[in-house]
């Protein structure tokens, strides 16, 4: 055996190598993961433009005078509250950064 066809030979399995364990050392997520990841956001997402929507249309409810303002208080508290729990979930399932304390 030659040695150069020694040393093409251990570049091949290195790069094998390498594709093979990357995903069990964590250097690329698996694809498994990646599309669990992006269903989850999704759904975060739909879940986010309802809250939105909610929020819009409990507003415009107020405004015609078709809810009470201790009632109206106490929804929008409620559907903020919630907004911000999957606002907090988008950015762990996006692994965004938090941002500082104010």
Not at 5 to 34: D, H, M, N, Q, R
Not at 83 to 93: H, N
């Given at each position: 055996m030659s040695?150069?066809?020694l040393i093409l030979g251990l570049v091949i399995l290195v790069v094998v190598g390498y594709f093979v364990l990357?995903?069990?050392?964590?250097?690329?997520?698996a694809p498994a993961v990646?599309?669990?990841r992006a269903a989850a956001r999704a759904h975060l997402e739909a879940e986010r433009e309802t809250v939105y929507a909610a929020i819009r249309e409990l507003d415009l409810d107020r405004q015609a005078g078709?809810?009470?303002?201790?009632?109206?208080?106490?929804?929008r508290?409620?559907?903020?509250?919630?907004?911000?729990?999957?606002?907090?979930?988008l950015d762990t399932v996006t692994g965004a950064e938090p941002p500082p304390d104010l």
């Amino acid at each position: 055996m030659s040695p150069l066809s020694l040393i093409l030979g251990l570049v091949i399995l290195v790069v094998v190598g390498y594709f093979v364990l990357a995903p069990v050392l964590g250097k690329a997520p698996a694809p498994a993961v990646e599309s669990a990841r992006a269903a989850a956001r999704a759904h975060l997402e739909a879940e986010r433009e309802t809250v939105y929507a909610a929020i819009r249309e409990l507003d415009l409810d107020r405004q015609a005078g078709e809810v009470a303002e201790a009632e109206y208080h106490v929804r929008r508290e409620q559907l903020m509250a919630r907004g911000v729990e999957i606002l907090q979930a988008l950015d762990t399932v996006t692994g965004a950064e938090p941002p500082p304390d104010l």
